[in-house]
C-alpha cells in the first residue's frame, strides 16, 4: 500500500494488479459502469474539456492534479489511506482488540447493507443532478457541478471495491445491482428518500450539496471509525474529497443570499421583478433539503444503529472525542412522542445513536446558516434564515406520523394541509425558480439571481474557461 496511485487501466493504491481475479472482476464492471455514466451522467457535456481535479495521490498535501478532462475519460479508480498498523476497535464491545482486515461472518450482512446503502447514495446523486448542465449560472458553476459528479462516480467505485473483495458473489450481484437502480424511478428506485427527489433546479442543488452532501460527511465520519479496516481506511479518503461537495453548497447559497440582498436595495426591494430569488423563497428550499436530509439519519430509536455500534461497525462522529466507547448503561436526552404528546426523555444511549448523530449534524449546519445570515447582515438586510425544528416535515422516524410548524409546535393534518405551502416550495415557487434557469456561458459572465464567487478554482480567477466550449 502506498500513496501514489497507479497508472493502470483502474488507477489504486491497493496493489490491484497483485489480485489477478479481483483485478479482472473490477475489470469486468468497469465498462458497465462507463455505461451508466454514458446513459445517467451529465446530460450533454461527455464530449466536453472540463477543468477538473483528479486525485493522484492519498497524502493530505498535494492529493490532487488539476487538468482538462472529459468527463467519460477521468480517472475513477480505488483509493484507501495507507494502513495504520497497530490500529484497534475504538468503540463498541471490540473496543481495544485488534480491527478487522476481513469481514467477521456474524456480520457479514449488516456491514453488506451499510456499505450497500452508502454506495447507492453516489450514483443516485449524479441522476438527481443530470440535467443541470442545461441551466448552469456560469462555467464555473458548470464545471463544479461536473467535479461534484465524477467525484460521486468515485465514491460508488469505493464501494463497489468493498463489494468485490470482501463479500463474494453476493457482492458483485450488490455491485450490478448499483447501476441498475434509478433515482425517482417508482419500480426500481433508490434506497434513501432523499436520493430520490428530484433536484431540477440549481437551487436545489446547492441546498443538496449543502444538506444532503454533510450527511454524507457524517455518515462517512461515522463509517470510518469502523472496527473493519479497510472500510475505514476508504471512508477516511472519500472525506477529503467531500469537503469540496459542500462548499459548493455552502458558497453557492451564500452567493443566492447575497444577491437576494443587493438587489433589495435597488428598485424598491423586488427581488422577483429584478430577476432574483427572494429570501422567504430560499428560506422554503432551505426548509425542504435540510429536513429531507434529517431523514437520512434515520430513526431516533434504533437497534439497528445500536447493533451497528456494538459489533463495531460503525461509530459516533469523531469517536475519539468522546470520554468513554462502550455506551453500557448510558443514556441521552431527547425529545420523544409518547401517547401523542412531545415530551423529553432518557433513552438507552446505543439506541439513541442515529439521533446523536443528527445532533451533531444539525450544529454543523447550524454554522453554515450563520455564515449566511452574516452575509446578510453585512449588506445591510435584517431578515435572518433559520433552521426549522427538527420535527418540521419528517418523513422517516417518530416524527413522520404527526405534523409540526417549523418552530415545532404539534398541528392537526388539517392545518399542515392548509399551511405546508407556506413553509415548503409550492407549484409557483417551482415555476418561478425554474423560469430564473438559464445558462450564463460566457467566461466570468453570471446569471442575474447569483453573486460571482470571491475567488475562482485551484487559483484561477473567475474568468477563466472553466469548460470548453
Ligand atoms: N429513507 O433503524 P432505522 C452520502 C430504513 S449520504 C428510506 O430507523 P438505521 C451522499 C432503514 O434502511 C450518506 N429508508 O435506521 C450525499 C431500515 O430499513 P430495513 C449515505 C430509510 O438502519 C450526497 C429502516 O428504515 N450513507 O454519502 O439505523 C451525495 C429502519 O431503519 C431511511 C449512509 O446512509 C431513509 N431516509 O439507519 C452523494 C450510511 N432511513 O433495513 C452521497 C449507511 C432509514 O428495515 N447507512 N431507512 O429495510 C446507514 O448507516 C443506515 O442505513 C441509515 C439508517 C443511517 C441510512
Not at 33 to 40: S, T
Not at 124 to 146: C, I, K, M, W
Request: proline letters at 5%.
Amino acid at each position: 500500500m502506498t500513496a501514489v496511485i497507479t497508472d493502470e487501466k483502474i488507477p489504486n493504491n491497493v496493489d490491484l494488479a497483485g489480485d489477478k481475479r479481483l483485478q479482472r472482476a473490477l475489470e469486468a464492471w468497469q465498462p458497465k459502469f462507463i455505461d451508466w455514466w454514458k446513459e445517467m451522467g451529465p446530460e450533454g457535456w461527455q464530449a466536453r474539456d472540463i477543468y477538473l481535479r483528479t486525485a493522484i495521490s492519498v497524502e493530505t498535501d498535494g492529493w490532487a492534479h488539476f487538468d482538462y478532462v472529459k468527463m467519460p475519460d477521468y480517472r475513477w479508480g480505488i483509493f484507501l489511506e495507507p494502513k495504520q498498523e497497530g490500529r484497534v476497535h475504538g468503540f463498541g464491545d471490540f473496543a481495544g482488540q485488534p480491527v478487522w482486515d476481513e469481514v467477521p461472518g456474524e456480520f457479514r450482512n449488516m456491514l453488506r447493507r451499510l456499505v450497500v446503502t452508502q454506495g447507492d447514495t453516489e450514483p443516485a446523486s449524479v441522476e438527481q443532478q443530470r440535467h443541470l448542465g442545461a441551466t448552469a449560472p456560469s462555467l464555473y458553476d458548470l464545471r463544479n457541478l461536473f467535479q461534484v459528479n465524477v467525484e460521486e462516480g468515485r465514491h460508488l467505485w469505493a464501494m463497489v471495491y468493498l463489494l468485490h473483495t470482501y463479500f463474494g458473489r453476493d457482492g458483485r450481484e450488490e455491485a450490478e445491482e448499483l447501476l441498475q437502480r434509478r433515482s425517482g424511478d417508482a419500480d426500481k428506485p433508490r434506497i434513501l428518500g432523499a436520493f430520490n427527489e428530484p433536484t431540477s433546479h440549481w437551487l436545489s442543488f446547492f441546498m443538496f450539496t449543502m444538506f444532503t452532501d454533510r450527511d454524507g460527511k457524517y455518515q462517512l465520519a461515522a463509517l470510518a471509525e469502523s472496527g473493519f479496516d479497510p472500510l475505514a481506511r476508504t471512508c477516511r479518503f472519500m472525506l477529503t474529497e467531500e469537503a469540496h461537495h459542500m462548499f459548493v453548497g455552502e458558497s453557492g447559497v451564500q452567493r443566492v443570499v447575497k444577491r437576494a440582498a443587493e438587489l433589495m436595495k435597488s428598485n424598491g426591494g423586488d427581488v422577483r421583478a429584478q430577476g432574483g430569488v427572494d429570501l422567504p423563497t430560499i428560506q422554503k428550499y432551505l426548509n425542504l433539503w435540510y429536513t429531507l436530509s434529517l431523514d437520512l439519519f434515520g430513526g431516533e430509536v434504533s437497534s439497528n444503529a445500536a447493533d451497528a455500534f456494538a459489533s463495531g461497525l460503525k461509530g459516533r462522529y469523531k469517536e475519539d472525542r468522546y470520554p468513554e466507547h462502550k455506551l453500557i448503561g448510558s443514556t441521552f436526552s431527547m425529545e420523544i412522542l409518547k401517547d401523542g404528546k412531545v415530551v423529553t426523555e432518557d433513552i438507552a444511549m446505543r439506541n439513541a445513536l442515529n439521533e446523536v448523530l443528527r445532533t451533531e449534524y444539525i450544529k454543523d449546519c447550524q454554522r453554515g446558516v450563520d455564515r449566511w445570515n452574516k452575509t446578510l447582515k453585512d449588506e445591510g438586510c435584517d431578515f435572518v434564515l433559520k433552521l426549522p425544528d427538527h420535527k418540521f416535515h419528517r418523513q422517516i422516524g417518530m416524527w413522520s406520523t404527526t405534523r409540526y410548524t417549523p418552530d415545532g409546535q404539534m398541528i392537526t393534518a388539517e392545518e399542515w394541509a392548509k399551511r405546508s405551502g407556506d413553509w415548503l416550495p409550492n407549484q409557483a415557487d417551482e415555476d418561478y425558480v425554474k423560469s430564473l434557469m438559464k445558462a450564463v456561458y460566457e467566461p466570468g459572465k453570471m446569471a442575474s439571481w447569483i453573486a460571482p464567487p470571491i475567488k475562482g478554482i485551484n487559483g484561477l480567477p473567475e474568468t477563466f474557461e472553466y469548460v470548453k466550449p
